[in-house]
């Protein structure tokens, strides 16, 4: 039999419902484009970095010690096996006339070798080559010039001619470079030099690449658990280093001493004879020699002054640090964390929003589905009556189906693998230099969205048209038989009922007559309720974290640590009690790097100690279900939420904790404290002595400014850090720049998904419309021809919509409140825990979207009414 017939009934099919063809297929597109792109970014993402980072030969772990690597540590670390050592230098300093501080590194070209934007790398001693985010300030061949301390001071020259810009594969970030020692305490650029330019006998920095991990996906877990168990044997082995450099250092530092006193000793019995010689001279020639000999004295009384106050400064000299860092702890690693965390989250979105965005437009198009096959009812009997079998005519709808939802889905998965993901990647990459992602195409969330575009729109059709030619072409020809009536809920409460008017009556009748339509109305209008309040209630939270952290729960401005130079005290109590500072309070702090079950990298453990019972306007310790104040006791610890959470802890619990020595102690948990940012331990002093059983005193400030602007925090900065008895400074405003760096890329990939579920809200409530009106063409002309108004008949049919809409945006914001604590809780990183709290208007905003959006529908609705052929409509079925 000819099948000429049967593909012009389907083209047919197809031209005379452009409408409900563009809506399966935008229905199909958004999920695709949606699932998509939030799936393939991460792995986008990540793969990038690990070509770049491999490219570079990054380093895996590093070591960083504060008295340099002697000869026997060289040593100890070429014994690791399967890796390479590279040695270098590195120092803060500040550009001169400036408060800015600069980490002058030497240049390195074997592990984590500098990518060159511009210019050549530096080669002679009066050479460098700067960070590519200095570019704007300073051009090739421009002179730049730096401070360093006198003490501390290593570098041979301070002014040096740029040669070059570069990036550095272990600071990702273009404005999170953490905290210096230099300047204002926060580090803003850094600089390369040759090696030769640094004068110190000694390397500082060790950086190692392990031949078992370059292959490796560094993001992967199994890089993760790898490098842990890597970095555990890195501080084993440099376990007895300290002492025994301390040991080695105060024996070179005595010898020389020795040798000194030696020198001094000679010095003074040489004096000793020559004044025995000049006792036999006449006085005239004594008299002479008299101030020789006090000049020679005195020289001699200076020289054993130094030598004392070497030996003095020798006795309190403590011992070295080897501190271990892997990429993401390094000093100015910051950015590669965040990287970490922007597409871990990304990806925990991937895992949910897609999902309900998916099941909504599935649920919708199932209906669509429904009502086409119920429409092509008559021209099936036809198709059926002229021969064709049942195969035949099945495979209309599913042709029908699978072209709509596969034109759709496959122009939703190219979208969001080259163009959405393209768009997050950006927003998430803008402040790296990284530069662009490489995007790649997956076939396995390829044909995971053609299976779902397959079960949402081919399946129903299928499953729907076989049911329905189960009769015979004679019964096909005939319409369906209208469904028994009955009597509905509302109709038995009587004193309701008759109230209503008649229109409203058969609202109320058509509402629940139409049950599959009223549950996908419902479930549609809930479903993008739902994805905008997530949207913009994570948007809402992400925006209130650094207000909540940074202003309620941690006001002060700084915290200034002291150091066991006493010289000069009294200048420092005159700051503090200076107009500039408004408030401030001594405590004891102390920093643990703690391994925690279940976590890769270590965690960065602040432990705050208060003489008092709190730590009155300067730290709110609240409870974080009931927001009430919290106290400090003598028996027990007040721990922050997020470390809470992966100890597994809650007040009444106890959890181990290594100290600086590696010496457990068990501490008892006496609250939880509501905190966003970082990990606390908050405790009186009397408990902090009876956990690690040792006497402390106070060694720092927290302090509040009358001017809290960024200018001035630096400012006040720089001046603290010059003092003697200053050792650091640690401001809030570097860590809400890093939070800040998190904050932002989230914040541009939610504004993507909040446009894509108002998409889905107007394709859902259109699709939703256009299926009522075509149900209902015939009683709708009826009641025209019956004299009713042209906004009359609008309202009759609009009603119901309007009503099933009010009812699925009060269930979308109770899902959606439910689906953005869900996600929240997913996308917080090992030390940042985000909020659930949202403002009033996170309510608001989605109800006006849909009552926008279904006034834009009426009017279109009422224009299309205005159009139909009521005769024509009326006789459509015979």
Known sequence: MSKKTYWKDIRKSIGSSKGRFLSIMLLMMLGAFAFVALKVTGPDMQRTASAYLKKQNTMDLSVIASYGFSDDDQKELATIKDSEVDYGYLTDVTIKNTDDAIRVFSNSKRISKYELVSGVYPKATDEIALASTMQKKYHLGDKISFTQSDEQGILKKTTFKIVGFVNSSEILSKSSLGTSSAGNGVLKYYAIVPESTFDSDFYTVARIRY???????????????????????????????????????????????????????????????????????????????????????????????????????????????????????????????????STSSIGSIGNVFPVVLYVVAALVTFTTMTRFVDEERTNSGVLKALGYSNSDVIKKFVIYGFVASMTGTILGIFAGHYILSRVIAEIVTGDTTLGSTTYYFYWSYTLIAIVFALVSAVLPAFIIARRELSEKPSQLLLPKPPVKGSKIFLERIGFIWRRLSFTHKVTARNIFRYKQRMLMTIFGVAGSVALLFAGLGIQSSLGKIIDNQFSRLMPYDMIVVTSDDSSSQKELTSVLNSKKVSKYQSIYLSHLTEDIPGLSDKQDISILVSQGKNFGDFIHLKDPKTAQDLTLTDDGVVISEKLASLYHVNAGDSFDLKDENSKKHVLKVSAVAEMNVGHYLFMSQKAYEKFFDKDIKDNAYLVTLKDHSSKNIEDMSTKLLAMDSVSAVSQNASLIKNVNSVVVSLNGAMTILIIISILLAVVILYNLTNINVAERIRELSTIKVLGFYDNEVTMYIYRETISLSLIGIVVGLIGGKYLHQLIMNMIGSDSIKFGTEVGLSIYIIPIIVVIGILFLLGWLVNHILKTVDMLEALKSVD
């Open 211 to 341: 031949n078992d991990l370059k292959n490796l996906n560094p993001f992967s877990e199994t890089y993760k658990e790898k490098l842990a168990k890597k970095e555990k044997a890195l501080e084993d082995l440099l376990y007895d280093n300290p002492s025994q450099r301390l040991a080695q250092l105060k024996s070179e530092k005595e010898t020389s001493l020795d040798a000194n006193q030696a020198k001094v000793d000679a010095a003074k019995s040489q004096l000793e004879a020559q004044k025995a010689m000049l006792a036999q001279l006449p006085n005239e020639q004594q008299l002479a020699a008299q101030d020789s000999i006090k000049q020679a004295q005195a020289q001699i009384a200076e020289s054993e002054k130094q030598i004392s106050d070497a030996k003095t400064k020798l006795d309190s000299m403590k011992e070295p640090t080897y501190t271990t860092y892997t990429r993401s702890t390094l000093p100015g690693g910051g950015g590669y964390q965040t990287y970490i965390s």
